[in-house]
């Protein structure tokens, strides 16, 4: 089992940063994908940012230029840098961790709130 804890959400204003932490339980980055997820009300879950075990990311459109993934592996955590903070950003960003080989086999942090607001 693995076991993902986010922290670092919080309320800030437009073209504001924050930076999200997920730490894992363990030295996972070799074979999991992580990603980014974030869930506005009444919306579905969109994927934000990923990063594969090489070291290769990819964002969602609306946040590229904007937002950066990145992770620490002696500290077992992944970043999300986020910059130029806008309104429709907010929602409950969500830490994922994915088996590159054992298929099912997905992990989720419990959820941070970011909130973008004047």
């Known amino acids: 089992q693995v076991q993902l804890v986010e922290s670092g959400g919080g309320l800030v204003q437009p073209e504001g940063s924050l930076r999200l932490s997920c730490t894992a339980s363990?030295?996972?980055?070799?074979?999991?994908?992580m990603g980014w997820y974030r869930q506005a009300p009444g919306k579905q879950r969109e994927l934000v940012a990923k990063?594969?075990?090489?070291?290769?990311?990819d964002y969602a459109d609306s946040v590229k230029g904007r937002f950066t993934i990145s992770r620490d592996n002696a500290k077992n955590t992944v970043y999300l840098q986020m910059n130029s903070l806008k309104p429709e950003d907010t929602g409950v960003y969500y830490c994922?961790?994915?088996?590159?080989?054992?298929?099912?086999?997905?992990?989720w942090g419990q959820g941070t709130q970011v909130t973008v607001s004047s």
């Open positions: 990063m594969f075990p090489g070291g290769t990311t």
């Open positions: 363990g030295s996972i980055f070799s074979r999991y994908r």
């Open positions: 994922n961790a994915a088996h590159t080989l054992l298929v099912g086999t997905e992990y």
